[in-house]
């Protein structure tokens, strides 16, 4: 209730920002809910349930992400655990897609070229230029 009486108080900007935090510490929290023990690749392998109900892509994070969501909402949106109650719909919307998306973001098949992203944010002469030769600062 805090985080909503707070955002109506916010600027858009500031809204944004806290409705960005928000969804990734929720994220975060509920990253691996319900974990199996047994990585995507072994579900695939098995033929396992949760494999065939999510056609073998991000398997485990898409299943994290609908229990938790199941789990937070209810039956009905009618849960104790429902910290989204007091959230505008549109407001909402934004964080549940925001925080399954950190959550399918945490699929290692995709770790490689979201890192070569992430690389490729930085200017390379900006990578030479802060080369003090201790490796401290190596994006490779």
């Given at each position: 209730k805090y985080l909503d009486n707070n955002m109506k108080k916010e600027s858009s900007a500031s809204s944004t920002m806290t409705l960005q935090m928000f969804s990734i510490l929720v994220g975060a929290a509920i990253h691996d809910v319900g974990h199996p023990g047994y990585n995507n690749a072994f579900q695939s392998n098995s033929f396992s349930q949760?494999?065939?109900?999510?056609?073998?892509?991000?398997?485990?994070?898409?299943?994290?992400?609908?229990?938790?969501?199941?789990?937070?909402?209810?039956?009905?949106?009618?849960?104790?655990?429902?910290?989204?109650?007091?959230?505008?719909?549109?407001?909402?919307?934004?964080?549940?897609?925001?925080?399954?998306?950190?959550i399918l973001g945490t699929d290692l098949t995709f770790h490689f070229s979201n890192l070569e992203g992430v690389k490729n944010l930085v200017p390379s002469a900006s990578r030479r230029d802060n080369d003090n030769g201790d490796n401290e600062d190596d994006y490779s």
């Open positions: 949760t494999a065939l109900t999510y056609n073998d892509n991000s398997v485990l994070e898409n299943f994290h992400t609908s229990l938790a969501f199941q789990m937070i909402l209810g039956d009905n949106g009618n849960s104790d655990w429902n910290i989204f109650q007091n959230m505008e719909p549109n407001d909402f919307m934004k964080c549940k897609r925001l925080i399954t998306e950190a």
